[in-house]
C-alpha cells in the first residue's frame, strides 16, 4: 500500500502538471486565434437554418432588448439568393429597437447585416429609411436597403463593420427609423457577431512617408475584400474562423492591361512563419496577379484597380504580398502607387526582402484621406516595376487587398447610391411594383441582373459605366459603398455549386437528355486531361477550370470542370446539358458529353482550336482578319441564332450572344456556344417570355431592362453590338474612353446618324471595305440597335443582309478588287504565321456557363419537320 501510494503521488503531479500546461497551451491558442467565444450567426425573425454553404444559422430570438418588432417572410425569392436562409425572413421595427449582445471586454468584433429589400406583407419597402448604431457608433444613417439595391441591381445588401474593443462586457445594436418620411421602417434579415483578434496596428500615411496612422483603436467599414489573381473564397472558407468573403478582383481593374495570374507551385507550402493564419486565407497567398514575362510591355503600364469611396474619410489600404515566382532579393522590384502617390518609399516593395524566401506571406497597411474635391472620391491602386534598382526582372504582382474606412467623430454612416439615367425609367416600375404588396416581381429588376456571392463584381458593373458618363453618386458593392470598373465577363447571376451530396445533377436531366449525350465516368475525364493537369488549363470561367484533353486516343474536347466554390452550379450544368443534347447545328457548339461522379461535375465540347471571336479582332498579337472572313463569322453566328429562333419546337433565346460566345474552329467555321442563360419559349402566345433580367452589360436590350420581357429581339439587339464591335475593333463598354465614347452602342449610332462611322471602324478595315457593303452593313446594324424590338429585324432578315454583304464584296473582288481568302488571316501571312495561329488558344473560358436558376419549362426538342434552316449549310454563299 504505501509503495503503491509512492508510485502514485508523481503520476497524479506529473497528470496536474500536464493539465495545467494543456489549459494554458489552449488559452494561448484561443488568444492567438481569436476563438475563446463563438461566433453569434443569425436569422432574424425565424428559427434559424442552414444556408447554401453549409453554415447554421440560430434564432436572434434571444438577444432581443428593449422595444417592439414583427417577423414577417417576403413573398418572393429572388432567383439570385443562394438560400432562403437568412433572407427570405426578417425582424421589422416601426420604432426604436434595440438587440442586445453579450461580449468580450477591450475586444475587437466584426459584425455583419444582412439586408434583402424584398415585398414583406403590410409593409411597403420604398418607405423603409433607418439608422444603425452599435453602442454610441453611427452605422447606418437614412439607409435605404431598396434604393441601394435597386441602384446597384443587387437582390441583397451585405454591410461588415469591424468594432474597436470597448470597455465593457455588453453591445447594443439600435435600428431606429426615420422620422423623414411617413410610415418608415427599419428591418434586418441577418446579422453576424464574430470575435477577432488585433487585426490592425500603424499604418503609414500616403503623401507623408514617415508618419503613420493608428488604426488600432478605430472603427472601421468594410469597403473591399478581394483575392486577387484568385477565385471567389467563401465565408466557410477564410482563416482564422473569422467568416470573411474573399471576392474576386477583375472587376476592379481598370484599363486594358490586366496582368496574368501567378499561382505557387503544388510543391511549395505557404508559410505564415511570424504572420498569424488569421491574416488571410492559404489560398490568398497561394494566387496573385503579376504583370507577366515581357519587359518591353511591362515597361508600359502599371496593373492598376479603381475603386469608389466615400468623400471626408480615411482609408486604410491593406496590401496582402507572397512571392510566388522568385527566390532571391532584386528579382521583383516594384513600385505601389496610391491616389498618384507612391505610398511604399526607400525602398520599393521587394517581397523576398521582406519574407526572406518563397511562398511565405506579408502584408503592408497604407492610409490615405479622401477628400470631398470633384473627383475625389475614389482611390487607384497601381503597381509596376521599379527603375531605380535595377531588378532582375520588371514585374510587379498583388495577392489579396482590404480596404476599410475608419470612422469620423464616431460616424461611418454615407449616403445612399443614386439612381443612374439608365435605370431611372425601370425605376418607374419598380416604385409601382413596390407600392403593390401583392406583387412577387417588385424586387425583380433590382436582383435580376445579379446575385448571389460572385455578383459582387458582376452588378456594379453597370454603375462605372455611368459613373464614366456623368460621375455620379457613388454605390455599393455586396457590404460597401463603391462602384465596379466593367469588365468583359457575364454580369449575371450565379447558383452555387451543390454537388456535395446535396444535389444529384444528373437526378434532374430527363431521360432524353441523357440519352442524346455521352455519359463519361470520371476515370475516363482524368485519363483524359492528365488527371486534370494544369498545363492542360487553356481558360477559367465563371464554371471552374476548362481543360484541353483527348478521349479514345484521338478526340480532341475541351472539358470544364466545376468549381466547388464556384457561383455557377447544378441548375446551369443541368440547362447546358438539357439545351444543347437536343440541338445540333454546324454553327452551334456541340456538347459530346458530361460527367457526375464523387461531387465533380464536368461538361465535354467539341474543341475550338482559335478560340473566340473578340481575340481576333482587337487586343491581338496577330494578324488582323480580313473584312471578308468578319463578315462570313458574322454570318455563321447569324445561322445559329437564326436556327435557336426558328429551327426548334421552340423558341430558344440565347440571352448572352456576345464576342466570346462566338468560338471559331480551325476551319474558321462559327459557332454561337454558351447556353446556360437560354430561355425556351413554350410560353410565347404573349410575344414574350415573364424573366428576371440576365445578360451581359453593353449587350442588354435595353427594352428587355425595362419591362422584363424577353422576346428574341433581345438576341437581336445584342447581335447588333456585336456587328459594331466587328467593324470597330473594340469592347462593347470601356470605361477608360471619355464619356461619349463608353459605350459602343451609343458611340457607333452617334457616327452612324451623323455619317461619321467611317472615323470610328477598325484602322486595318479603313479602305478595305466598298461602300455599298459598308452602308448594308452599317444600316443592319443600326436597325438591331433599335430601342424597341418591334423595329427590329427577325435574325433571318439579319442573315440576308449580311449574306448580301458578303456577295457584294465577293462580287467586287470578281471585278478586279482585292479580296483575301476567309480560310486564311490575309495573304500576306507567312507559313510561320499561319501555323502560329492554328495553335490552341486560351480561349474557351468563354465558354463559362451563365445561371438561370428560375428555368423551370421543359427544354425543347428539336423539330425535325423544319428543314429550312439546313438549307443555309447547302448553300453557304447567300441565298
Request: proline share 5%.
Amino acid at each position: 500500500m504505501y509503495t503503491g501510494s509512492r508510485i502514485l503521488f508523481p503520476v497524479v503531479i506529473v497528470s496536474l502538471l500536464l493539465c495545467v500546461l494543456l489549459l494554458n497551451a489552449i488559452g494561448v491558442s484561443c488568444a492567438r486565434g481569436g476563438k475563446e467565444e463563438a461566433s453569434l450567426t443569425l436569422s432574424c425573425g425565424t428559427n434559424g437554418g442552414m444556408d447554401a454553404d453549409g453554415r447554421n444559422w440560430d434564432s436572434d430570438s434571444k438577444y432581443l432588448g428593449s422595444g417592439e418588432s414583427k417577423t414577417v417572410r417576403a413573398t418572393f425569392q429572388d432567383p439570385s439568393l443562394l438560400s432562403q436562409v437568412p433572407y427570405m425572413d426578417a425582424r421589422v421595427f416601426t420604432k426604436e429597437f434595440s438587440y442586445k449582445f453579450p461580449i468580450t471586454s477591450k475586444k475587437r468584433y466584426w459584425v455583419r447585416f444582412h439586408f434583402y429589400p424584398s415585398t414583406y406583407p403590410g409593409f411597403n419597402i420604398s418607405n423603409s429609411y433607418f439608422s444603425v448604431a452599435a453602442n454610441d457608433i453611427n452605422l447606418l444613417s437614412n439607409f435605404s436597403a431598396a434604393i441601394t439595391a435597386q441602384a446597384l441591381t443587387q437582390a441583397y445588401i451585405v454591410r461588415e463593420y469591424s468594432l474597436a474593443p470597448v470597455d465593457s462586457d455588453s453591445l447594443t445594436i439600435t435600428f431606429k427609423p426615420s422620422d423623414k418620411y411617413p410610415g418608415s421602417f427599419a428591418f434586418v434579415n441577418g446579422i453576424e457577431l464574430v470575435p477577432t483578434p488585433d487585426l490592425f496596428d500603424s499604418a503609414t500615411m500616403v503623401g507623408f512617408s514617415d508618419q503613420s496612422f493608428d488604426a488600432s483603436s478605430g472603427n472601421m467599414q468594410t469597403m473591399f475584400r478581394l483575392n486577387v489573381g484568385g477565385n471567389y473564397i467563401p465565408a466557410n472558407n477564410d482563416s482564422g474562423g473569422l467568416l470573411r468573403t474573399w471576392y474576386d478582383d477583375v472587376p476592379y481593374l481598370f484599363g486594358a492591361a490586366i496582368g496574368l495570374n501567378a499561382v505557387l507551385s503544388k510543391k511549395i507550402k505557404v508559410d505564415y512563419k511570424d504572420l498569424p493564419d488569421y491574416a488571410a486565407p492559404v489560398d490568398v497567398y497561394r494566387t496573385g496577379r503579376s504583370m507577366g514575362p515581357d519587359k518591353a510591355v511591362n515597361l508600359g503600364y502599371n496593373l492598376t484597380w479603381l475603386f469608389q469611396v466615400d468623400a471626408n474619410f480615411t482609408y486604410v489600404m491593406r496590401l496582402h504580398f507572397c512571392e510566388v515566382e522568385f527566390e532571391r532579393i532584386n528579382q521583383r522590384v516594384f513600385n505601389i502607387y496610391i491616389n498618384n502617390q507612391t505610398a511604399q518609399v526607400d525602398p520599393p516593395a521587394d517581397i523576398i526582402a521582406w519574407t526572406g524566401d518563397k511562398g511565405v506571406p506579408t502584408y503592408k497597411d497604407y492610409s490615405i484621406y479622401i477628400d470631398d474635391k470633384p473627383g475625389d472620391e475614389q482611390i487607384i491602386l497601381a503597381i509596376g516595376p521599379s527603375l531605380d534598382t535595377k531588378p532582375e526582372y520588371f514585374n510587379s504582382i498583388l495577392n489579396g487587398l482590404e480596404i476599410f474606412k475608419i470612422d469620423t467623430s464616431k460616424n461611418l454612416a454615407g449616403p445612399n447610391p443614386q439612381v443612374s439615367d439608365m435605370l431611372s425609367k425601370a425605376e418607374l416600375t419598380s416604385t409601382k411594383s413596390f407600392s403593390n404588396e401583392s406583387s412577387s416581381s417588385t424586387i425583380q429588376v433590382i436582383g435580376g441582373a445579379a446575385g448571389g456571392a460572385a455578383a459582387i463584381g458582376l452588378v456594379a458593373a453597370i454603375c462605372i459605366v455611368v459613373y464614366q458618363r456623368k460621375k455620379r453618386v457613388p454605390g455599393t458593392d455586396t457590404h460597401t459603398s463603391s462602384w465596379l470598373p466593367i469588365y468583359g465577363h457575364s454580369q449575371t447571376s450565379g447558383t452555387k455549386s451543390t454537388i456535395s451530396g446535396k444535389s444529384n445533377p444528373s437526378s434532374h436531366l430527363s431521360a432524353m437528355a441523357q440519352g442524346l449525350c455521352r455519359r463519361f465516368s470520371l476515370p475516363e475525364i482524368r485519363q483524359a486531361t492528365k488527371n486534370f493537369d494544369e498545363s492542360y488549363v487553356i481558360g477559367v470561367g465563371g464554371f471552374g477550370k476548362v481543360y484541353k484533353g483527348v478521349l479514345d486516343g484521338k478526340l480532341k474536347v475541351a472539358i470544364k470542370r466545376s468549381n466547388p466554390s464556384s457561383e455557377q452550379g447544378v441548375n446551369e450544368f443541368v440547362t447546358e446539358i438539357e439545351m444543347l443534347s437536343k440541338l445540333r447545328h454546324k454553327h452551334l457548339v456541340s456538347l459530346i458529353g458530361f460527367c457526375e461522379q464523387d461531387e465533380e461535375m464536368c461538361l465535354v465540347y467539341d474543341y475550338m482550336a482559335l478560340g473566340t471571336l473578340r481575340e481576333h479582332i482587337y487586343n491581338i498579337k496577330k494578324p488582323h482578319l480580313s473584312w471578308k472572313q468578319r463578315l462570313e463569322i458574322c454570318i455563321g453566328a447569324a445561322r445559329g441564332l437564326h436556327y435557336l429562333h426558328t429551327g426548334a419546337k421552340y423558341t430558344i433565346i440565347h440571352r448572352d450572344v456576345k464576342t466570346t460566345n462566338i468560338l471559331l474552329d480551325e476551319n474558321w467555321v462559327a459557332k454561337v456556344s454558351d447556353f446556360g442563360l437560354s430561355k425556351t419559349g413554350p410560353n410565347m402566345e404573349h410575344g414574350h417570355v415573364s424573366t428576371v433580367v440576365k445578360g451581359s452589360f453593353g449587350y442588354l436590350d435595353p427594352e428587355y431592362f425595362r419591362r422584363q420581357q424577353l422576346t428574341e429581339k433581345s438576341d437581336i439587339y445584342s447581335f447588333g453590338v456585336v456587328l459594331f464591335e466587328v467593324l470597330c475593333a473594340r469592347p462593347a463598354l470601356n470605361p477608360s474612353l471619355p464619356k461619349e465614347q463608353v459605350s459602343l452602342a451609343d458611340w457607333a449610332l452617334s457616327n452612324t446618324r451623323k455619317g461619321t462611322l467611317e472615323n470610328i471602324i477598325d484602322p486595318h478595315l479603313k479602305g478595305k471595305i466598298i461602300p455599298e457593303c459598308m452602308k448594308k452593313f452599317s444600316d443592319t446594324a443600326e436597325k438591331c440597335l433599335s430601342d424597341n424590338g418591334i423595329d427590329r429585324p427577325s435574325m433571318g432578315d439579319v442573315l440576308w443582309n449580311l449574306e448580301f454583304c458578303l456577295q457584294l464584296e465577293e462580287n467586287s473582288s470578281s471585278d478586279g478588287s482585292s479580296s483575301r481568302s476567309s480560310r486564311r488571316g490575309g495573304s500576306d501571312e507567312s507559313s510561320e504565321d499561319l501555323s502560329l495561329r492554328n495553335r490552341p488558344q486560351l480561349h474557351i473560358s468563354s465558354l463559362s456557363l451563365g445561371s438561370d436558376s428560375d428555368l423551370d419549362e421543359e427544354p425543347e426538342e428539336v423539330d425535325t419537320n423544319n428543314t429550312a434552316i439546313f438549307s443555309q449549310i447547302v448553300n453557304p454563299t447567300g441565298r
